[in-house]
C-alpha cells in the first residue's frame, strides 16, 4: 500500500511548540488526530492509545490562531486545509463561538481496497457500514480512484464535507479521473445527489454519510436509474439499518406483513410478521469491523429476509494476512438447538457430490480455525464441542444405519423443503432420528419435498428441479402424517409397526394428560376395534385442538374420520379402511 498524508501541512496549523513536539515524535507517521479544548492539556491521538502534548492548558488565542490558519467553516462545524484531506472539526459555545478543535489527519492509501476488488469489479451498489475511524472515507476515496482511473467509468462524487476530494476548488489527486460536486449546505445533500444524475450523466456516484430519509430516498431513486451507488452510512452492522426508521430504505425498507391462515401454517409463524417492503438500494453490504477485517453481504436481501426470520446469516469474512494475501472465509454462527439444521447444511454444503446430484459423504468438511476460541482441557475448542454434542444424533447412522441408500446415496440426506411447514419438519425429523438435512438452497439439496398443489402452480420450481438433477418428492399437505410418510420414502424405510412410541410423541403438542389420554383413546379404538373388526368407533367429546391431534393419528393409520356433534359434545368418529 502507498500512503500519502500531507501531514506536514496539519501540522503547520498547530501552535510551534504542538508542532515541534509532534515533528518529533516516533510515531509521527500513525497520528489519527490533535484535539485542542479550551483550558485543558492539548492531545494527540495514536491508533493505540492517546497522550498528552503539553502541561500548559490550550489558550484562546491559540485557538483563534489555528482558526487563521484554516479554511471558512460550513454549516456542519467543519473546515479543511487547501489540497489536503485533512479534516478540522469545530465546538461552539452557546453564542457560536469556537472553544473546541479536532484537527483529523486525512490520507489517501492506494490499495486499501484489495479485499473487495472483485466487488467493485461486478458493477454493483455498494454500501460501507463501520464505526468511527475505521477507514470507510478513505476506502471510499479510494473505490473511486479505480473505478475511474482503472475500471474507466465516469464517477461522480458527492462531497458534502470535501473530506473525500479535499478542501479548495481543485480536488486532491488520490480520487483520480473522478469529479467532485461541492454541497453548499450539508441538509440539501440529496438535492446535489439528484443534480448530479440529470446533469452530468454519471456511472457511479460517490456518497460518504447518507444519514437522512431524503438521502436515502435520493439514493434509492439514483439506483433505480441504473446507476451504480458506493456509499457509507451510520451504523456498524446490517441490523443496526434495519432498527433504524431513517435508514432501512437503504436496505429494503421493513413492514409488518398479516398473513392467511393457510400461509401462517405453512410458514409455522404467528400471523403478523415483519418482511422486507423493497429490493434494497444496495445490493452488496461490506461491515469494516476493523482496518483488516471486513465482512461481506454479497447479497443483502437475503441478509435481511434471514434476520427477519430470526436466523442468523452466514456471510463472508475477509482478513489479510501478514504476507498482504487476502483471506476468504464464512462467519461460524453460535450453535443452538434452533440453529441446528442450518449448520448441518452449512457444514455439508462443500461436500463431493456424484454426477446424478446424490452426495458421495456425509462427513462434516474442516472449519476455519477461530482465533478467539476457547480451549478447554482437553484441547478441543468450545465450538467443537458444542458441534460435537449438536451433531451426537447423528451417531447411530455412524454406526449401525449409516448406509447407501436405494439409489447410492451417503447419509445423511439433504432435503429443500417448499411449501412444507419448517417447523413440523424439525419435529418429524427430531422425534424419529432421522439421517436428514434440510437446506436453503437447491444446488445444495439431494431432493426436494413439496407440496403438490405448489409444484402444480410453480413451473420454474420444475425447472431448477430438473435443471440440477434434482428428485420432486410431493405429498397432499403439510400435516404430520403425511411428512413422514414422504420422509419414510425418501429414505426407502418401511412404515413402524402399529402402535411406535416414536410415532405417538409425533402428534403431542404440550403433553398434557388430556391429549395423552384423547391420543391412547384414539390409538386403542384404531388397533383393537376398527382395524381388526373392521368397524367404525366413536371417540369420547373432546376440543378442537385435541381433535385435530386425534385425527392426525387416524391419518397416520391410513384410515378415516370426521367430527360430528355440536360443541362442546362434539366428537371424532373413525371409520375403517
Not at 489555528?66 to 465546538?91: K, M, P, W, Y
Not at 381388526?532 to 373432546?542: A, D, N, S, T, W
Request: proline residues 5%.
Amino acid at each position: 500500500m502507498t500512503i500519502t498524508d500531507d501531514l506536514q501541512k496539519l501540522l503547520d496549523i498547530l501552535p510551534q511548540d504542538l508542532r515541534q513536539t509532534l515533528e518529533k515524535h516516533p510515531q509521527r507517521d500513525s497520528l489519527v488526530e490533535v484535539v485542542l479544548d479550551l483550558g485543558r492539556r492539548p492531545e494527540a491521538r495514536f491508533p493505540s492509545a492517546a497522550e498528552y502534548l503539553s502541561e500548559v492548558p490550550v489558550t484562546q488565542e491559540q485557538i483563534d490562531d489555528c482558526i487563521q490558519r484554516v479554511g471558512s467553516f460550513g454549516g456542519d462545524n467543519r473546515a479543511g486545509i487547501e489540497q489536503t484531506l485533512h479534516r478540522i472539526s469545530a465546538i461552539r459555545n452557546r453564542s457560536g463561538k469556537i472553544i473546541g478543535l479536532t484537527c483529523r489527519v486525512g490520507r489517501a492509501i492506494f490499495g486499501t481496497i484489495g479485499m473487495i476488488r472483485d466487488l467493485v469489479e461486478t458493477g454493483k451498489s455498494i454500501l460501507m457500514l463501520g464505526r468511527p475511524g475505521v477507514g470507510k472515507t478513505t476506502a471510499l476515496r479510494e473505490i473511486a480512484r479505480v473505478l475511474a482511473d482503472e475500471l474507466h467509468k465516469r464517477v461522480v462524487i458527492i462531497d458534502t464535507s470535501n473530506e473525500i476530494a479535499g478542501d479548495g476548488d481543485v480536488a486532491h489527486p488520490a480520487i483520480g479521473r473522478s469529479r467532485r460536486m461541492q454541497v453548499a449546505h450539508p441538509e440539501l445533500q440529496h438535492q446535489v445527489m439528484i443534480e448530479a444524475v440529470e446533469n452530468h450523466m454519471p456511472e457511479v456516484i460517490v456518497i460518504d454519510e447518507i444519514g437522512t430519509e431524503l438521502e436515502a430516498l435520493a439514493a434509492r431513486t439514483i439506483a433505480e436509474r441504473g446507476v451504480q451507488l458506493v456509499g457509507t452510512a451510520h451504523g456498524n452492522q446490517i441490523e443496526n439499518l434495519i432498527k433504524n426508521p431513517t435508514l432501512s430504505d437503504l436496505v429494503g425498507g421493513i413492514q409488518a406483513v398479516t398473513l392467511g391462515d393457510d400461509e401462517a401454517r405453512r410458514r409455522g409463524t404467528q400471523k403478523t410478521v415483519l418482511e422486507r417492503k423493497a429490493p434494497p438500494t444496495f445490493e452488496i453490504a461490506v461491515e469494516m469491523l476493523e482496518r483488516e477485517r471486513w465482512v461481506v453481504h454479497e447479497s443483502v436481501s437475503e441478509t435481511v429476509d434471514t434476520l427477519l426470520r430470526g436466523r442468523h446469516p452466514n456471510p463472508q469474512v475477509r482478513t489479510v494476512d501478514e504476507n498482504g494475501k487476502v483471506v476468504i472465509s464464512r462467519q461460524v454462527i453460535p450453535l443452538t438447538s434452533r440453529t441446528l439444521a442450518t449448520v448441518n447444511e452449512e457444514s455439508f454444503a462443500t461436500s463431493a457430490r456424484h454426477s446424478n446430484g446424490w452426495r458421495t459423504t456425509g462427513q462434516m468438511v474442516p472449519l476455519p480455525s477461530l482465533g478467539s476460541e476457547t480451549q478447554n482441557g482437553s484441547g478441543k475448542s468450545e465450538f467443537d464441542r458444542l458441534l460435537d454434542e449438536s451433531l451426537s444424533q447423528f451417531d447411530d447412522f455412524d454406526t449401525e444405519s449409516r448406509y447407501p441408500g436405494p439409489n447410492g446415496e451417503d447419509l445423511p440426506l439433504h432435503i429443500y423443503p417448499y411449501g412444507v411447514s419448517r417447523s413440523q419438519l424439525d419435529q418429524v425429523i427430531q422425534v424419529l432420528s432421522l439421517p436428514i438435512v434440510l437446506t436453503k438452497d437447491i444446488d445444495s439439496a439431494d431432493a426436494i419435498l413439496a407440496l403438490r398443489a405448489h409444484v402444480k402452480n410453480h413451473a420454474k420450481l420444475r425447472q431448477l428441479a430438473k435443471a440440477r438433477q434434482v428428485p420432486i418428492h410431493m405429498i397432499k399437505a403439510s400435516t404430520i402424517p403425511q411428512i413422514t410418510r414422504g420422509l419414510r420414502r425418501l429414505l426407502n424405510l418401511d412404515d413402524p409397526e402399529i402402535g411406535d412410541e416414536r410415532e405417538m410423541q409425533l402428534f403431542l403438542h404440550s403433553a398434557s394428560d388430556d391429549e395423552i389420554d384423547a391420543l391412547e383413546e384414539a390409538r386403542l379404538a384404531v388397533e383393537q376395534i376398527v382395524i381388526p373388526k373392521g368397524q367404525p368407533v366413536e371417540l369420547l367429546p373432546r376440543s378442537a385442538s385435541v381433535r385435530k391431534m386425534q385425527h392426525e393419528l387416524v391419518e397416520h393409520y391410513r384410515l378415516k374420520s370426521d367430527s360430528f356433534g355440536e360443541e362442546p359434545n362434539r366428537r371424532l368418529r373413525i371409520y375403517p379402511a
